[in-house]
Nanobody
Framework: QAQLVESGGGLVQTGGSLRLSCAASGGSFSSRAMGWFRQAPGKERDFVAAINWNGDTRYSDSMKGRFAISRDNTKNTVYLQMNSVKPEDTAVYYC????????????????????WGQGTQVTVSS
C-alpha cells in the first residue's frame, strides 16, 4: 500500500513563508497527479493546489499567487511553498495522490485522490 508522509509544518507569523514536503513510497506516482488539501477543525477538506503528471498545476483562488506546488519524481516527493501566509491559512495540510493514470485534467476534488498522508499542522499567528 502507498504511504505518504507530510513534513515542514509549524508556527509562522503572518506574512512569513513555509515549505511543506510530502514523501511518497510504496508505488510509482510519476503518471499520477499529486495534490495538497487543508482542513481546519470541524471544516471540510478543501483543495489547495495540485500538480499533474505532465507538470500542469492548479490552485485555489485564495492561494494563487502566494503558494507554489512542485514535484521531484526522482524522490517521489511533492512540495508546497507557502508565501505571504495569513491566519486563515491555519489548518492541517494533507497531500494526496490522484487515482487516475495520465489524467487529462488536474483533479481538485478529494474524491479523486486515493491515498493520503497523515497531515502536517500549519499555524499562522496574527
Amino acid at each position: 500500500q502507498a504511504q505518504l508522509v507530510e513534513s515542514g509544518g509549524g508556527l509562522v507569523q503572518t506574512g512569513g513563508s513555509l515549505r511543506l514536503s510530502c514523501a511518497a513510497s510504496g508505488g510509482s506516482f510519476s503518471s499520477r497527479a499529486m495534490g495538497w488539501f487543508r482542513q481546519a477543525p470541524g471544516k471540510e477538506r478543501d483543495f489547495v493546489a495540485a500538480i499533474n503528471w505532465n507538470g500542469d498545476t492548479r490552485y485555489s483562488d485564495s492561494m494563487k499567487g502566494r503558494f507554489a506546488i512542485s514535484r521531484d519524481n526522482t524522490k517521489n516527493t511533492v512540495y508546497l511553498q507557502m508565501n505571504s501566509v495569513k491566519p486563515e491559512d491555519t489548518a492541517v495540510y494533507y497531500c494526496g495522490v490522484g487515482a487516475a493514470i495520465l489524467s487529462t485534467y488536474v483533479p481538485i476534488a478529494p474524491s479523486a485522490y486515493d491515498y493520503w498522508g497523515q497531515g502536517t499542522q500549519v499555524t499562522v499567528s496574527s
